[in-house]
């Protein structure tokens, strides 16, 4: 199975702040990759998919990069409704795999 | 407005077995994949199963093959998964997803095994 990492395990920001996270694969998945928003009692939503694209509906100051094993996702200026853990999923190869998310939380 | 609402949650005994239902409404539901995903308490999230638009082809996680069958009802816009011989590690809220890849979620139905 592929496993996915992310880092920061968790992160503490402050409100205007740039965030970035990172999620690297265990072997190549070209851009097969979503980035996913949880907040507390909510399901999960998709801030981006095929690595780099922004679902329909989601602010512009969240994007993703990468293609291969390195993935990152950065929130330009951090918002009060951002805070919440990330997750990245990878649908290269059955099964496909999680990361164990990235906390963010108020500073 | 896309929808999926999930059902068939609950508190079941070890051994045990539940078939949980997804509804969709406001997309075409024919024309996409659809997954299964699961959340343990406090922890993070599994993918667990997929299948396609005319249900010719499913995946699974393999912690759950042989136990978890995913099916669907194009006529009815509906997708279930049947888990046969549940044990305490299958505790978790099961969210159904629009897409392969899961794009879009729905609420989610909780699942407690527990004696």
């Known amino acids: 199975d592929i496993q996915m990492t992310q880092s920061p395990s968790s992160l503490s920001a402050s409100v205007g702040d740039r965030v970035t996270i990172t999620c690297r694969a265990s072997?190549?998945?070209?851009?097969?990759l979503g980035w996913y928003q949880q907040r507390p009692g909510k399901a999960p939503k998709r801030l981006i998919y095929a690595a780099s694209s922004l679902q329909g509906g989601v602010p512009s100051r969240f994007s993703g990069s990468g293609s291969g094993t390195e993935f990152t996702l950065t929130i330009s200026s951090l918002q009060p409704e951002d805070f919440a853990t990330y997750y990245c999923?990878?649908?290269?190869?059955?099964?496909?795999?999680f990361g164990p998310g990235t906390k963010v939380d108020v500073k | 407005e896309v929808q999926l609402v999930e059902s068939g949650g609950g508190v079941v005994q070890p051994g045990g077995s539940l078939r949980l239902s997804c509804a969709g409404s406001?997309?075409?539901?024919?024309?996409?994949?659809m997954s299964w995903v699961r959340q343990t308490p406090g922890k993070g999230l599994e993918w667990a199963a997929n299948i396609k638009q005319d249900g010719s082809e499913e995946h699974y996680v393999d912690s759950v093959k042989g136990r978890f069958t995913i099916s669907r009802d194009n006529a009815k816009n509906s997708l279930y998964l049947q888990i046969n011989g549940l044990s305490v590690e299958d505790t978790a809220v099961y969210y159904c997803?629009?897409?392969?890849?899961?794009?879009?979620w729905g609420q989610g139905t909780l699942v407690t095994v527990s004696s």
């Open positions: 997803a629009v897409g392969a890849a899961a794009g879009f």
């Open positions: 999923l990878q649908h290269n190869t059955y099964p496909f795999t």
């Open positions: 072997q190549g998945i070209r851009n097969d």
């Open positions: 406001g997309f075409t539901f024919s024309n996409f994949w």
